[in-house]
């Protein structure tokens, strides 16, 4: 999929005031949000870079991003947020960078586990990917936040850890021919909900159709990300110039005006939540970002 030459660019603006981002956000909610949400989360070495600090200190500020990124989905009425934390292809980084990132991700999952607002808003933590590559003592965290968090149903947070799209649809055939064989289902019955029955988390509800994707740090390419969840749904996908760790409520909110800009222009059905139909707005063509299909 060639993004670059599929998206309409927008130009910089100034930041909007304080007043500009209540408007924004307004607007947003009356038009309805989209169902689910995924994030690829890029630039964290970048920004270290640009910032002149350590790249650990990087991936530090964007654990930071992802926590407000949560908050505001749960603010907003957004059911599923999903985000990209760790790919199959991370595996070929240093050894350093991943030890840091496995300890921080331990930690992050453990603070969730017992966070008063996760559990009182009722918010379903879960992995997605395969979780046997990583780390024991990773691996145990994440059992611990799962369990915690196993019996609620209002907002569910899925963090992508040894996840690649390719890897999923491999296990998903691989899976379907276990049981054809075995004669639990005929050869028929392998159809499109058959597959999306069998995606990731493979013991649990599999992810729904991804109706925003989002990627920042400007790359244009969706880096093996929920491929079957996204592309035959027409997922619209934002991009913007922003590294993760400076990614911003305001852009999150450009990003959904976005996709409701682009839900009345094509005849999609995405699983947006309100009944109201959003009108085209002129004004988010000065915004710096992209969106595609």
């Keep these: 999929m060639n993004l670059q030459r599929m998206s309409p660019t927008f130009r910089s603006i100034k930041p909007i005031s304080a007043l500009g981002q209540w408007t924004l956000e307004r607007d947003v909610l009356k038009r309805g949000v989209p169902r689910h949400v995924a994030v690829i989360q890029d630039g964290n070495r970048r920004y270290a870079r640009a910032k002149r600090i350590s790249s ?18 749960l603010d907003l009425g957004i059911k599923y947020l999903t985000v990209y934390a760790f790919s199959t292809e ?61 019996d609620y149903d209002r907002v569910y947070f899925n963090i992508a850890l040894a996840y690649g799209g390719k890897r999923e649809i491999l296990d998903v055939a691989r899976a379907l021919a276990i049981k054809v064989k075995a004669g639990q289902i005929r050869p028929e019955d392998v159809n499109e909900a058959a597959i999306s029955r069998h995606l990731y988390p493979e013991d649990d509800v599999s ?8 990627r920042t740090g400007g790359e244009h390419r969706t880096s093996n990300f929920l491929p079957w969840q996204s592309n035959g749904n027409e997922c619209p996908i934002y991009i913007c110039k922003s590294y993760w760790p400076e990614f911003g409520k305001v852009e999150f909110l450009r ?22 139909r959003p009108s085209c707005n002129p004004k988010l063509s000065d915004e710096e970002g992209q969106i595609g299909l």
């Excluded at 992810?207 to 989002?214: K, Q, T």
């Design 56 to 73: 650990l200190n990087g991936h530090l500020l964007g654990s930071k991003t992802t926590e407000k990124v949560a908050d505001w989905c």
């Design 90 to 150: 991370n595996f070929d980084r240093p050894e350093e960078e991943k030890s840091y990132l496995f300890g921080l991700i331990k930690d992050k999952l453990l603070e969730l586990s017992t966070s008063e607002r996760i559990h009182k808003s009722r918010i379903r933590v879960k992995a997605v990917g395969r979780t046997e590559l990583l780390p024991e003592f990773l691996q145990d965290a994440i059992g611990v936040v799962e369990d915690a968090t196993c």
């Design 207 to 214: 992810l729904p159709d991804v109706d925003l994707m989002i």
């Design 255 to 276: 990003a959904i005006r976005c996709a409701q800009i682009l839900k009345v222009k094509k005849p999609i059905q995405f699983g947006f939540n309100g009944t109201k």
